[in-house]
């Protein structure tokens, strides 16, 4: 027959049937699995741990041929050894492999029945060391089977090491930029509302001083400088804001208005009316140095032309330096924000105002002392130029 004519035959001929694949795995608890692999993977879960096995499905590549060597054929040629007999096959009910998933059977292996001996109670807690607690095994469906405790997950990559350097890298970057813009933007303002400030409170319009000089006391907070002429400005800028939000009477009449309706000798209630009127609002004080003076505060008696009533300023001596204050008795001008002003009985009624923490300043310019409508005589100015030398400044 022409050669090319077998070669058309064995082309056209059906494939022969592959033979079955057996595949035989172990579980970790032991038991051993053992069937024929199909054109699917398959899915065995243990009966004595529940642990899920993953078997692959048969291959679909054909078996490679090996090339012929001289020396493979001289194997072949060579006469084979006599084997050793073979063991006795199984049955065949137990040795069946072939057929589905669902028809593999298990052979577990034969294990010794161990003596029952007494055992303690202290004996029976101890885990065993054979045993494999069932929460150590984890199934993905994706991967198989793995075992956590042989698995470890490295927190410190260098890949990740390496984008967080660069992460810090840019945040300290746009830190630096953003920071420059600030101060460069700072200067600008401080040398513009400075200027619109000062024209402000040359014209007598407090109110648009104050405007400017809160822009400018937050360009002075930014650039953070502690020279002569930016600690000046600073205290400018709290003097404007003083005066710009001072209580709308005086501190005697808010006093007398606190012991008449304290006494009922007038409507409404005391709390309610320093809470809408007098709350955070502004006092300039002008009052002797006081004796009284301890590590956290101050108190400057106030005059009152009331029977068995008194009052007091209280202002923290964290606001003051020492060295700033002159000595006992000598006049001083000092600017503070209200917090409370309540009522304490002991011989008599003594009315106590507190001064809020950290707002409590001596006044120095002459300008703004004006402003306030009070009369700047000789001694007052004198009080502001010594108050001026003693901060540092220039009167």
């Known amino acids: ?3 090319w004519l077998a070669k058309a035959k064995a082309a056209l001929k059906p494939p022969e049937p592959k033979q079955p694949e057996p595949f035989r795995l172990e579980c970790v608890c032991g038991e051993v699995f053992e069937g024929t692999r199909t054109h699917r993977e398959q899915r065995l879960t243990c009966r004595i741990c529940d642990s899920e096995l993953f078997v692959l499905p048969e291959s679909v590549y054909p078996v490679p041929k090996l090339p012929v060597s001289p020396l493979r054929k001289q194997q072949r040629a060579a006469p084979e050894p006599e084997s050793e ?13 072939a057929g589905p998933a669902d028809q593999i059977k298990i052979q577990p292996k034969p294990k010794p029945k161990p003596r029952p001996q007494p055992r303690s109670a202290e004996a029976d807690s101890e885990p065993k ?4 607690p069932a929460q150590t095994i984890a199934i993905d469906h994706r991967r198989g089977i793995w075992d956590r405790r042989r698995f470890s997950r490295r927190m410190i990559t260098p890949f990740r090491a390496l984008l967080c350097g660069i992460l810090a890298v840019v945040v300290i970057t746009g830190y630096a930029i953003i920071h420059s813009r600030n101060i460069e933007r700072a200067q600008v ?3 513009e509302e400075e200027r619109a400030g000062r024209a402000a409170l040359e014209e007598g319009s407090l109110a648009k001083a104050a405007e400017s000089f809160e822009k400018l006391h937050d360009a002075l907070i930014t650039l953070g400088s502690d020279d002569q002429q930016s600690r000046a400005l600073l205290q400018l800028c709290y003097e404007v804001r003083a005066a710009n939000n001072l209580i709308p009477n005086s501190l005697y009449e808010m006093i007398t208005e606190a012991i008449d309706k304290s006494n009922g000798d007038s409507y409404g209630n005391w709390d309610d009316a320093f809470d809408f009127a007098y709350e955070g609002k502004w006092i300039v004080l002008e009052a002797p140095v006081p004796t009284d003076i301890t590590v956290d505060e101050m108190k400057f008696d106030i005059p009152l032309i009331v029977s068995d009533e008194s009052a007091v300023v209280v202002a923290s001596t964290d606001d003051i330096q020492a060295s700033d204050l002159g000595a006992a008795g000598e006049t001083m001008i000092i600017a503070g924000q209200l917090q409370s002003c309540i009522a304490e009985t002991e011989d008599g009624r003594t009315w ?3 001064l809020e923490p950290g707002t409590v300043f001596l006044w120095s310019n002459l300008q703004t002392y004006e ?3 009070f009369d700047a005589d000789d001694v007052i100015q004198d009080v502001l130029a010594e108050q001026t030398r003693r901060m540092g400044g220039e009167p």
């Open 1 to 3: 027959m022409p050669s």
């Open 85 to 97: 007999p073979e063991p006795e096959s199984a049955p065949a009910d137990e040795a069946e492999l």
């Open 129 to 132: 060391p054979d045993a494999i």
């Open 189 to 191: 303002i401080m040398v």
């Open 352 to 354: 106590v105002v507190h």
């Open 371 to 373: 402003l306030l409508g």
